[in-house]
């Protein structure tokens, strides 16, 4: 994850990379060449983070005995702990992870008394938080280590201290002075304004997010108001302002100005799945109710997907698509620019698909274009991060749609159910792949055959059965490649 390489050092990443992959493995013995072969690290590499994983575990008392097997492997039933309880272990020895959660629960301690409590100077502190101060100043937030705080838009670094915490903790532990109860009475206080609060992990994310508000607010960092966020509250009434003045004893402006911001978040956070959901009818209420970019950027937005993907949208998708179009678009129409969000911590960009890149490029031309209206420049600073997320909502959905016009993917391998098990078992659990056995006569769109040569005027993909279930990633990439290729995207 982005967020785990600005907080660790090359050799803690190794070591959570070998520690998820022994715990996504059946409980069981390996050997250190199928570790290697899953991680692909050198063995060298290999054994010395093994060596460090079990003194970790060793020194915080969770092992009952030793889990590497010399001259054998490795004992994955001996390691009792998960990999998200590893992450937190690994998170008290990280400078860049203590420093952000001080900033943000002790403001008042100061950098002197941060520097002598974690026994390191302030070069080597600036330097371990340069990848850090990089990735915030890529949000407009800036570092302030003789304030010891954040700097940028009040909005904007609760988002990140968000982000930060749930990523970090996962529910876990709670490393916040707030309680939960003090936090989770606040969710629901505007649990009828947040459409998927039952959730169970929502649930978790929103009173990690009213936390560090919490915080913020009784630190006297208050959000400031937006104009921009107007059009909401004109014609929905249901929008209480003063819901959130007489909690914390706040003036009127403070009050209502935290109240829309909680308001802002009802309507950023949600992301629809099912077209049926209720709550996408009074989302798009509540952005059709008075003209705005928003609205009217999203519909622009639709139009040319539809043109220009030549796809052919039933009302409910495309109120589905909508709903979360608006959802994004009102955040970029908000912060004037990029934003902490979600993916961005998680999901770094090279883990993307030749065929989503070629996607996201279609629309960061037309973003580009629309943008230079009059009545879309408030996007323009954020181009190729909405053409980022826009494909992240729509690819899925292209799938969803184009799945009646399937890939007919045949595969010509010797007739044995034991070799053939795992390969057909695969083919046949993807949405949109038709799996027959190949039929010299017949026309498909690819053929997977373990003959290198093989008479079809289809393309082929080369299998071998020895590499077991090695290959199913590669293959699911260029079946999803011939799949959009099929269908025009």
């Given amino acids: ?246 909690t914390f004893d706040l003036d009127q402006k403070n009050g209502q100005n935290e109240a829309r911001f909680i308001y802002f978040i009802c309507n950023f956070f949600p992301f629809y799945e099912d077209p049926k959901d209720p709550n996408i009818t009074k989302s798009l209420a509540a952005f059709q109710a008075v003209s705005n970019p928003v609205w009217q950027f999203g519909d622009r937005i639709v139009a040319f997907i539809t043109d220009s993907l030549q796809l052919r949208l039933s009302p409910e998708i495309k109120n589905l698509l909508l709903a979360n179009l608006y959802n994004s678009l009102l955040a970029f129409y908000i912060f004037d620019g990029p934003f902490p969000n979600f993916v961005s911590f998680i999901i770094p960009s090279s883990q993307h698909t030749e065929i989503e890149i070629e996607l996201q490029n279609k629309l960061y031309l037309f973003l580009k274009e629309q943008t230079n209206l009059p009545e879309f420049q408030y996007f323009k600073n954020a181009i190729l991060p909405l053409a980022k997320v826009i494909r992240q909502i729509l690819f899925p959905l292209i799938l969803r749609i184009r799945a009646q016009n399937r890939l007919r993917v045949a595969v010509a391998a010797e007739p044995n159910y034991l070799l053939n098990f795992n390969l057909l078992n695969f083919l046949r659990e993807l949405s949109f792949v038709d799996t027959f056995l190949y039929q010299q006569e017949e026309e498909y769109d690819l053929v997977i055959s373990t003959l290198t040569t093989l008479p079809t005027k289809a393309p082929v993909y080369y299998w071998t059965h020895g590499t077991g279930n090695k290959n199913f990633p590669h293959l699911y990439q260029v079946l999803m490649h011939y799949f959009m290729q099929k269908n025009g995207v």
């Fill in 1 to 246: 994850m982005v967020f785990e390489e600005l907080l660790f050092d090359n050799s803690t990443l190794i070591k959570l990379k070998i520690f998820r992959s022994l715990l996504q493995r059946p409980p069981g013995q390996y050997t250190y060449q199928e570790i290697g072969a899953e991680t692909q690290l050198r063995y060298s590499q290999l054994a010395k983070g093994l060596i460090e994983i079990e003194t970790d575990l060793s020194h915080a008392n969770v092992l009952t005995q030793s889990f590497l097997k010399p001259n054998v492997g490795v004992l994955t039933s001996a390691i009792q702990i998960t990999p998200d309880q590893y992450l937190e272990m690994l998170l008290n020895e990280s400078i860049p992870y203590q420093f952000l959660l001080a900033t943000l629960i002790t403001p008042d301690l100061g950098l002197d008394a941060f520097c002598r409590t974690n026994f390191i100077s302030r070069s080597t502190l600036s330097r371990k938080m340069r990848k850090f101060s990089q990735f915030l100043e890529s949000y407009k937030l800036k570092i302030n280590y003789r304030n010891f705080c954040l700097e940028g838009s009040e909005d904007r670094i609760r988002l990140f201290y968000y982000y930060f915490i749930y990523l970090c903790h996962h529910n876990l532990s709670w490393p916040l002075t707030v309680t939960k109860e003090e936090a989770h009475l606040q969710v629901e206080k505007f649990a009828d304004f947040f459409p998927q609060h039952g959730l169970y992990v929502t649930n978790i994310m929103l009173t990690i997010f009213s936390a560090v508000s919490i915080t913020r607010i009784k630190q006297k960092r208050f959000v400031t108001p937006n104009a921009r966020l107007d059009f909401l509250f004109i014609i929905n009434p249901h929008y209480d302002l003063q819901r959130f003045r007489d």
